[in-house]
């Protein structure tokens, strides 16, 4: 393959793999606030715990965004790309 496509087919990855990024903090509100309004109905307790697992669910998804950042980030400077100690 050509040097050309591989980098095409990088950059769709790339791509392809932010766009995720997208989905993960309102999933976890989704599905905090899912599990609140059962937990809800359940103890017969209002919108009490909807609330308070939807916040917990958009920090646990901002962290696991922040946790992939970071391990892209350190994917990306291992492999000297970005002009690093090892770029000749």
């Known amino acids: 393959m050509s040097p050309r496509w591989e980098k095409q087919s990088d950059v769709w990855a790339q791509v392809a793999y932010y766009t995720g990024l997208g989905f993960i903090l309102p999933a976890g509100l989704a599905a905090g606030y899912a599990l609140g309004w059962a937990l809800d109905r359940w103890l017969h307790t209002g919108p009490v715990l909807a609330l308070v697992m939807a916040l917990l669910g958009g ?30």
């Open 59 to 88: 920090a646990g998804g901002f962290i696991e965004i922040l946790r992939i950042l970071t391990r892209a980030e350190k994917h990306a400077n291992g492999k000297g790309s970005s002009g690093g100690p090892r770029a000749s």
